[in-house]
């Protein structure tokens, strides 16, 4: 109990030094550790206040490749925007699901996103850049931006494999997944006819 | 936090070369195939693809199939703010579901042999449409909510002896779908005499009509003031010296149509009148308010209304100077008064002139759909509201005959959407 008196009489001192000592104009911004201190003749912004936020990020791949980006290119990733903010500063942030080239074509992407000026349309883009990448390379990228929880790349790679299955045969689609077909001839049949609207023309 | 969901996630990537199954068929050169992958990335995919895409590709394999079920993947489907518009086909018999599907610009037959069926002896007329949901009305005023894409249809609960006996105007519907819950949706039923309109609410939530609620006239009456009034036939005389009747019968396959405007976020529902003016309700003031005429009417032929996110436009064919013109308005609330939004190509409408046709138009965000017909001339015409384009459709044919449509119903093909 002394010793909140003690803090509390600390305070009112230094309202009374605050005039002399030309603080910064809002009180508040300066800690309360400061004042007792006697530091408080600095100028502290507030972004201090806050857990420090580093610039760059260190992501690892699989193979422990390292990647460093800068933390706005990282945060759209789910997954890197958590580790980074809540507080552990977990650094380099470990993705031991993705693979180094997978992870650079991710990076690649969420480069290419942040820089965008604002109102830019980037589909042309987006497919310019799907387009170049191989089978296995666009389902392992779609695989890492569900794993990493990134809804943009996410969102583009699934929409661009719908693009290319859509006008695809049902045969077509088996040959281009490497799947199997389970049904029966006559449940299959009874599909067709189930939807024959979707199979016209 | 982050290391619980990578633990969740760890079966996730095959990105390990030694993933490869000794078994593996040789065609097969993948480490790592769709099929490998976690429900969640499958349904995502198959989420984005048009509707009869995936209705195709279920017949892949039995997982495949399998998603049209799963609660997730409904719920990826109601993730995706707009799908390309179908538009329901409506013709005098009443006995299929043809559908005009814009995503792959063809007409498919939908048929769902059991619901077009059950029809007591009087075929269900679809009278409103929303979302991914058709209401269809019945005799003696039984509604109906069908998603054509499933087939999956609900009867609504009869709306009372009080209001049946009443005159029916319009019907309307609307259904949203708001994050994890399924779609919901409201029917509104207008009716009485134009002195004393009174309008009802079927609540998809609480299962059950709501009370009956009068809606009192707002602004100026204007409608007989350039001809005189005789119950629902307004006479005028032409320029020419002839007397002009304007007694638009409507057909009984828009007689009821109206349309849901979001004024300020009111609703307002628009309907025609049989003398050819349109009346605006809002149901949140509980007002109702006669739009003055577009055009003095011995110059209108034939007019619409349809709605185009949240606003109202007017659709109307006219003919006077020795050909026939077909051209969109919008009312601007600021100047009071009608403001020509877009025309259809004079080469294109000239074609109409003489031919004593009738519209019916509906609209989807920024596309129109109008079927021009007549006894014996029907014609179905998009426009593009943005680009200024229109196109004919080709003719449909099924069993070798061109069909002939009076009108359409828009939808999205939805197959989350509830009823």
């Not at chain 1, 799907?130 to 296995?136: I, K």
Request: net charge negative; with cysteine.
């Amino acid at each position: 109990m002394d010793m909140e008196d003690d803090t509390v009489q600390v305070r009112e001192n230094s309202a009374e030094d605050t005039e002399m000592l030309e603080l910064p104009k809002d009180p508040a911004e300066v800690k309360a550790s400061e004042f007792i201190k006697g530091e408080s003749s600095k100028e502290i912004p507030v972004e201090s206040q806050q857990p420090e936020l580093p610039e760059n990020v260190v992501l690892q791949s699989l193979e422990k490749e390292e990647f460093i980006i800068k933390l706005a290119v990282g945060q759209q990733s789910e997954i890197i925007k958590n580790a980074i903010l809540d507080g552990r500063g977990e650094n380099p942030v470990p993705l031991l699901n993705v693979s180094a080239p997978i992870l650079a074509k991710a990076i690649e992407f969420w480069k290419r996103h942040i820089d965008a000026a604002e109102g830019e349309d980037l589909t042309e883009w987006d497919k310019a850049f799907l387009g170049d990448l191989s089978q296995e390379v666009l389902f392992e990228l779609a695989a890492a931006a569900n794993y990493m929880e990134s809804k943009s790349l996410l969102d583009c790679t699934c929409k661009f494999i719908a693009d290319i299955i859509k006008e695809m045969k049902v045969e077509e689609v088996r040959d281009y997944f490497g799947i199997e077909c389970d049904f029966t001839e006559e449940e299959e049949r009874k599909m067709r006819e189930d939807n024959a609207w979707a199979f016209e023309q | 936090m982050s290391s619980s969901l990578m633990e969740q996630n760890m079966n996730v990537v095959g990105v390990n070369p030694r993933k490869r199954k000794a078994s593996e068929e040789p065609h097969t050169n993948l480490t790592f195939s769709l099929d490998e992958l976690n429900q969640d990335l499958l349904e995502r995919v198959l989420s984005k693809l048009p509707a009869s895409s995936f209705f195709r590709l279920r017949s892949v394999c039995r997982r495949w199939n399998s998603v049209a079920n799963s609660a997730t993947f409904q719920f990826a489907c109601s993730q995706i703010p707009f799908r390309d518009p179908w538009f329901l086909m409506v013709d005098q018999y009443l006995d299929q579901s043809i559908v005009f599907d814009t995503t792959e610009g063809n007409w498919k037959n939908l048929s769902h042999p059991m619901f077009l069926q059950q029809s007591h002896g009087c075929k269900p007329i679809p009278v409103a449409s929303s979302g991914g949901l058709i209401c269809y009305h019945a005799s003696s005023n039984d509604l109906a909510i069908c998603n054509p894409i499933t087939g999956v249809r609900r009867e609504l609960p009869p709306i009372g002896e009080a209001s049946e006996s009443q005159t029916l105007h319009a019907i309307a519907m609307h259904s949203s779908q708001k994050d994890d819950d399924p779609t919901t949706y409201k029917v509104v039923m207008i009716f009485g005499e134009f002195s004393n309109l009174a309008f009802r609410v079927f609540d998809s939530k609480k299962n059950m009509w709501e009370e009956e609620v009068m809606l009192v006239q707002k602004g100026e009456k204007s409608t007989q003031s350039d001809g005189v009034g005789y119950e629902s036939t307004v006479y005028f005389l032409s320029k020419t010296g002839d007397i002009v009747a304007t007694n638009m019968q409507k057909s009984p396959f828009k007689q009821y149509s109206s349309v849901r405007l979001n004024e300020n976020g009111d609703d307002v529902i628009c309907f025609l009148t049989c003398s050819g003016t349109i009346m605006a309700c809002n149901l949140a003031e509980k007002t109702f308010f006669e739009y003055p005429r577009l055009l003095p009417a011995y110059f209108e032929y034939s007019i619409d209304v349809v709605e185009s996110k949240g606003e109202m436009l007017v659709v109307v064919l006219s003919e006077f100077l020795e050909t026939a013109s077909l051209r969109v308005w919008r009312f601007s609330n600021e100047e009071r008064s009608w403001q020509q939004v877009a025309a259809m190509p004079p080469s294109m409408s000239h074609e109409l002139y003489k031919k004593k046709v009738d519209i019916n138009c509906v609209c989807h965000r920024d596309m129109i759909f109008i079927c021009v017909c007549s006894d014996d001339f029907s014609s179905y015409v998009m426009c593009n509201l943005v680009t200024n384009q229109w196109m004919e459709l080709p003719k449909c044919y099924m069993n070798g005959k061109a069909k002939e449509f009076m009108s359409a119903f828009c939808f999205e093909p939805r197959v989350e959407a509830v009823v």
